[in-house]
């Protein structure tokens, strides 16, 4: 700025003087310690949003444990508490034989949840862009939907068999729906003025579809995924309990006949956590792919 | 070039009402705009003013008569009339850089000059520094100068505009207005703009199209022989200003006419 007032102040003060206050290098100090704050405000918030979440879930266990060993009208054996819920855990956990269960469960609602979303994805973008092919679909899509899909397991098991085939085309099939209703209902509401400004631009067809109405069609795709994964546990459970050799729900249902409450709460428990996982997964990967879109979660 | 850039020959078009029966936005409507030209379409809302931008723009066809571009018919939209909407038409999913690339990507032109060219463009309109911010992180002002810098790179003969800056405040209006004439003048692109205000017709435009509605006409076609850049405090400026008023008013008496008599009906 000024070298006369460098002069007088570096003249007339110590070195441990504080520059004028509208010194440039002053205000970068100023805006960096702000910021610094501004950054440690949101961290502290951050962690006490955790510990809030964990006392939650230490109280939930807190009374779970409490109910069956203080009230007499529980029956321990109908509700085992969480401490011998886990005694029962580990073991299994350490014997492999509850990771088997995961993988098999897991590797069933991928593969169907994956082959839901390349059909889904497709006949929504094909049903919505298409009159044709929408008027000629739509009563048989939904109809089809509207028949709940949990009525189609033994179906289902008759035409696949109890092996994989049956419960990877269970959770196919069941989200399926959501995926295919929401792109089209989002492809279908695409803003004309996106079409027109991509049509005054020069965009041809496959051009429009694949950098327009895709991307403009995405927040919905997207809420229709989200569902689609919640949609494949329901499925997967489903089609596991109507008979399977391994998985998380085949898990419960040994548990159910060998009246081990213990087991089968321990597959609740993996499932709910899945589901959770499943979805924080979900909106994380969204937020890092796609930055403009902000409303998730 | 022989014979006028725009051509409108007798051009009516009609659409259904809710209830089946026939809407006429357009009636009989003839306009000619040359090259280079800056003209301001104004009138109340139903006179057709922008029926007549998405007939140029190749969104809709005429019921009747003819809209030919160079003297040729017009088949569907095309990169040679870049459009500015009124908001809302940047992708949402592309920084303003990506945005103003779009044009040019269907032409195939080459990443690296399609980035010199996109940057060029942003910052004839000043917006150099916001080229990797989505439109979400823009203000309403400068998504619109984003908006304009994707309809001229692609180096447009026209450029269609549908009330660009009536979303935005008055402010700011004023200085998009400024841009718009810096770079039409720059540029000598042709420039047919929608809007209902007249102040701003009088600041821009060489020629104001006043239309009225029910059916839409044009009533009157005056040129403004105003030298640019034009003062809003001046005498001259007051006057095309009154004469415009005028005629909006003479046109807009016809309306509550004909609206009456529909009421009636």
């Known amino acids: 700025m000024t070298a006369a007032t460098d002069d007088v102040t570096g003249n007339d003060l110590s070195s441990s003087r504080r520059p004028a206050l509208e010194a440039p290098s002053d205000r970068d100090a100023f805006a960096k310690e702000f910021r610094r704050a501004h950054r440690r405000g949101l961290r502290r918030a951050a962690w006490l949003r955790a510990l809030l979440n964990v006392t939650g879930i230490l109280l939930f266990l807190a009374v779970w444990e409490a109910v069956p060993r203080l009230g007499t009208w529980v029956n321990p054996v109908l509700l085992p508490p969480p401490s011998v819920v886990f005694d029962t855990f580990v073991p299994m956990l350490l014997s492999g034989e509850i990771p088997a269960n995961i993988l098999a469960s897991l590797r069933r609602a991928a593969l169907g949840f994956g082959i839901a979303t390349a059909t889904g994805v497709t006949a929504g973008l094909l049903t919505a862009r298409i009159g044709l092919l929408h008027h000629v679909s739509e009563p048989i899509l939904h109809g089809f939907r509207s028949v709940p899909s949990i009525a189609l397991v033994p179906l289902s098991v008759l035409w696949f068999g109890i092996g994989e085939g049956s419960k990877v085309a269970l959770v196919a099939w069941g989200s399926f729906f959501p995926i295919w209703i929401t792109t089209f209902i989002g492809v279908r509401d695409v803003p004309a003025a996106y079409l027109r400004s991509a049509a005054c631009l020069g965009a041809g067809r496959l051009a429009t579809l694949l950098l327009v109405v895709l991307p403009a069609a995405l927040p919905m795709i997207l809420a229709g995924l989200r569902q689609g994964i919640a949609v494949s546990l329901i499925l997967l459970v489903a089609a596991e309990l109507s008979g399977a050799r391994e998985g998380v729900a085949y898990m419960m249902s040994t548990g159910h006949q060998m009246f081990r409450v213990d087991i089968m709460l321990i597959g609740l428990v993996l499932l709910g956590t899945f589901g959770f996982i499943a979805d924080r997964l979900f909106v994380a990967l969204i937020r890092r792919l796609f930055p403009w879109y902000t409303t998730a979660s | ?265």
């Not at chain 2, 996109?118 to 309403?140: F, M």
């Open chain 2, 1 to 265: 070039m022989s014979g006028p850039l725009i051509d409108f020959d007798r051009v009516s078009q009609i659409y259904a009402a809710r209830d089946g029966s026939p809407v006429w936005a357009l009636s009989d409507v003839s306009l000619r705009v040359e090259a280079g030209e800056f003209v301001c379409l104004i009138g109340p809302s139903g006179c057709g003013k922008s029926t007549l931008i998405h007939l140029l723009a190749g969104f809709l066809k005429p019921t009747s008569g003819a809209v030919r571009f160079r003297g040729r018919p017009l088949d569907g939209p095309g990169p040679d009339r870049g459009v500015v909407f009124q908001e809302y038409a940047l992708f949402a999913w592309m920084t303003a850089r990506q945005n103003v690339e779009f044009g040019l990507r269907m032409q195939r032109v080459s990443a690296p000059v399609r980035r010199r060219r996109a940057l060029e463009a942003l910052d004839r309109v000043g917006l150099r520094h916001a080229a990797d911010r989505y439109p979400h992180e823009l203000s309403g002002g400068m998504r619109q100068r984003v908006a304009v810098a994707r309809a001229l790179v692609v180096e447009p003969e026209v450029v269609l505009m549908d009330e660009p800056f009536a979303a935005v405040d008055a402010m700011t209006r004023t200085t998009l207005q400024e841009d718009l004439l810096r770079l039409w003048r720059e540029t000598g692109v042709s420039v047919l703009f929608v809007t209902h205000n007249i102040d701003e017709a009088v600041f821009l435009a060489q020629r104001v199209v006043v239309m009225g509605a029910g059916p839409g006409v044009i009533r009157e076609d005056l040129a403004v022989d105003l030298p640019y850049p034009r003062d809003r405090g001046s005498a001259e400026f007051g006057r095309e200003y009154a004469r415009i008023a005028a005629a909006l008013a003479r046109g807009s008496r016809g309306t509550d006419q004909s609206d009456g008599e529909r009421r009636a009906a």
